[in-house]
């Protein structure tokens, strides 16, 4: 299986979240330390400047609104980081990033697969292969999922409140698969249009999954209108596809146009 990542992307924005949480953090200490004024420069004292007289005049403004705009930064960075960075998983000695994983349990294929990693675009995770292209929707929280045709729900937990800003969410995965199809047609279409794409594009099969890389997932499954797995099982609903529709030819085809629109980088 070949692989096209874009390294310079996932890594700019780890170091991108890792600096919003520390710039929150920051943004923390500012606040505690505002909440201190009252005792470090009493009010009614004179103050020996302009800005600690600013301070004492607005501490109160300054340590509510440093808490909470350093509360948003700090889950905001965390997002990233959970998204982007390498991270010790449940049950594993391994630290990998998610789209390490992905591609470690996809392992096997042959060289008529490849596997493009953030350097697609609309698409971050996208599998061409015989069988056509294969989308995937990744998500890498824990906890429990329920899914009911085309309806995803979470329960409703205190820890849940405080980690909203830190996990993915779980949104509507499904509609999200579905909107990514049909982003993928259309950049399939601008290569026919544009002739960079030798064969049709709408004799290019586009199916998907969505795929939950954390083991510590608990999903109850009633009838998904898509398909959904945890990552170890990944292998086995690109195996069970509809098998081989496109011609080693037009594998080829298929391959070098998404390569030559990707952007891959490994640095």
Do not use: H
């Amino acid at each position: 299986m070949k692989i096209y990542r874009n390294l310079a992307e996932i890594k700019r924005k780890e170091s991108l979240g890792r600096r919003i949480t520390l710039g929150g953090l920051a943004v923390l200490f500012v606040g505690l330390l505002a909440s201190f004024t009252p005792n470090w420069f009493p009010p009614g004292e004179p103050a020996a400047n302009g800005l600690i007289a600013f301070v004492q005049s607005y501490w109160a403004y300054i340590s509510f609104g440093s808490l909470a705009l350093g509360f948003l930064a700090s889950n905001v960075g965390s997002y990233y980081i959970n998204r982007f960075a390498p991270r010790r998983w449940p049950d594993s000695n391994r630290i990998a990033r998610p789209d390490e994983l992905v591609e470690q349990n996809l392992k096997g294929f042959d060289d008529k697969y490849s596997l493009f990693l953030w350097s697609l675009p609309d698409a971050p995770y996208v599998l061409a292969g015989p069988g056509g292209v294969q989308i995937f929707i990744v998500r890498g929280d824990k906890g429990q999922v329920s899914v009911s045709g085309d309806r995803w729900k979470e329960p409703f937990s205190i820890g849940r409140m405080f980690t909203a800003f830190t996990r993915e969410g779980l949104g509507n995965p499904g509609r999200e698969l579905e909107e990514s199809k049909q982003k993928m047609r259309t950049l399939l279409q601008e290569g026919e249009s544009s002739q960079k794409l030798g064969i049709q594009a709408g004799g290019v099969p586009i199916e998907g999954a969505v795929v939950f890389v954390n083991p510590s997932i608990n999903l109850n499954l009633d009838n998904p209108t898509v398909p959904v797995v945890p990552v170890a099982q990944l292998k086995k609903v690109v195996r069970t596809g509809k098998g081989q529709q496109l011609s080693n030819n037009d594998v080829r085809a298929l391959t070098d146009y998404l390569r030559d629109v990707s952007v891959v980088s490994e640095a």
